[in-house]
């Protein structure tokens, strides 16, 4: 299972830090990607980080303003966004699954997925 929270409201040029926490599994064993879909609009990759946190990727929308970063000892990842914009409004989730040594932003790499949370960029 993996829970997203930490989204809202925040003004253009703020910041907010995303976290997703897993159950059930393996945390250490699975590569966590980050996706983001606005309304109207189809789902989109941000960033993912593979199982040994090693060589993150980012989508050209994001680099860098958001960070993507894990904890294994707490299950969670979560994903650090600053100097927020207005495009970035979106219901934001995290997927997870077994990834050898890497990590994607396709959605056809991920089975599992949480329910999201909604980030507002707004003044």
């Known amino acids: 299972q993996l829970v997203e929270s930490g989204g809202g409201l925040v003004q253009p040029g703020g910041s907010l830090r995303l976290s997703c926490v897993f159950s059930?599994?393996?945390?250490?064993?699975?590569?966590i990607g980050w996706f983001r879909q606005a309304a109207g609009a189809e789902r989109e990759g941000i960033a993912c980080?593979?199982?040994?946190?090693?060589?993150?990727i980012y989508a050209d929308s994001v680099k860098g303003r958001f960070t993507i970063s894990r904890d294994d000892a707490k299950n969670s990842v979560h994903l650090q966004m600053n100097d927020l914009k207005p495009e970035d409004t979106s219901v934001y989730y995290c997927?997870?699954?077994?990834?050898?040594?890497?990590?994607?932003?396709?959605?056809?790499?991920?089975?599992?997925w949480g329910q999201g949370t909604q980030v507002t960029v707004s003044s």
């Open positions: 997927a997870a699954d077994r990834l050898y040594n890497r990590c994607s932003t396709r959605q056809d790499a991920y089975a599992n």
């Open positions: 059930g599994f393996a945390f250490n064993s699975y590569a």
């Open positions: 980080i593979s199982r040994s946190g090693a060589s993150p």
